[in-house]
Structures are given as structure tokens and as C-alpha cells.
């Protein structure tokens, strides 16, 4: 959940999977034109066609995910939050530090890209149909980065809005308030004490409770 000055992966727009996906297309293309001039590439192009299918998938529901996520946390964050999930399978070779992050800029402001770790992202996707510990974890986590997003570098801080604000992204993808609430007093109780003091703050608490 740190924040860094230069990342393995930043935001990329063309994941491998698109590229893929739209490669695979390009064969499919070619190998029926050849096939109607009388070449036999239909099988192969039919195969093509196959994995471009497969491919754009992956990277349809990824981007799909990372929309829902983005959407939820800007709304609480009050500022575009892009989340980038880390990518299936060619982005998992990457090294990953910690569960999310958020690099700063060289002019020492925030990022608007949240990188998170691929558990991170389906975990807190799976949110609110999968009511785990995992799944609101992976929720306060996104909250985390986005708190970082807003502008503010400092772990405690960050730390402490998160715990103050995960109800309301756990709201904004689905649950009802007091589960969510019910959620974010469990994290205050369960998660926070357990976390080093560089994110622990004095007196962080849920306002009403
Ligand atoms: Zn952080």
C-alpha cells in the first residue's frame, strides 16, 4: 500500500491480452481471405479466430472490472480514480509490492492511477455477492489507494480515511449500508490493530460508532 516513485507496472491502455486478441483477429482476417481465393486456411484461420475470442475476453471482463472498481472509488474519492488491475496471468510475472499502490509524481503530487494486485482486484470484485473478510479487506484496500489518489501521501492519514470512507465504496458497489458499515466497524476492530504503526494513526475512529 505504499506509494513509489517508479513502478514495474503503470497504466497501460493496450494490456498483452489486447494485443492478442486483436493479433489473433488480424490471422483470422487473412487466413479467411486466403481461404476465399482458394488457399486452405480455413482451419487455421477458424483457430485464429478462436483465440481472439478467448483473448478479448480476458481483456473485456478485466476491463470491465477495473471500470466497476474505478467508478466506485471516484465517487467517494470525489476525484477520478483509474484502478489498474494487475493482469492476468503476463502481469502476474511482474513483482508486486504489497497489495496496492500509488506513485508520486515528480512534481511530488499523487497519481490518479491506482495499481492494485490482482487477488486485490477480484477479491474486492467479488464484493458485496461474497460478504468474506477477504472481500471487504480487498474493499478497504481500493479505498486505501484511493485515498492516495486524493492527494495525500502520508500511510496514517490514508490509513485512517480509508477505515473512515470503505463503507461507502462498499455501498457504491452494491451493499447495503449497514452491512457495510457493519464491515468497516469489523475492519476498525479485526485489521487496524494488527497493522504496523506506519499506518496506524492516534484515535482513528468511525465517527457515530
Ligand atoms: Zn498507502
Known sequence: MGSAVTGAWHHRAMTVWAVLALGFAAAFVAAMVAAA?????????????????????????????EARLSQAASAVAGVQVHVDCQELFFGEWMPTRGAGRVDARDDGSMDDVAHLDRKICTAAA?????DTDDAYTAVHVLTH????????????????????????VAEALGASR???????QWYLRAVFPRMSS????DGCTISGS
Not at 178 to 183: A, T, W
Not at 198 to 201: A, F, V
Request: aromatic letters at 10%.
Open 178 to 184: 449497514p452491512r457495510s458499515e457493519r464491515r468497516a
Open 145 to 168: 489507494e484511493a485515498g492516495h489518489v486524493r492527494g495525500e501521501a502520508n500511510e496514517a492519514a490514508t490509513e485512517c480515511w480509508a477505515v473512515q470512507n470503505s463503507a461507502r
Open 37 to 65: 481465393r482458394g488457399r486452405s486456411t480455413k482451419f487455421v484461420g477458424s483457430l485464429a479466430g478462436l483465440i481472439a475470442l478467448a483473448c478479448g475476453w480476458v481483456w473485456w471482463s478485466d476491463a470491465r472490472m
Open 198 to 201: 506506519t499506518y496506524r494513526g
Open 126 to 130: 467479488s464484493w458485496p455477492e461474497d
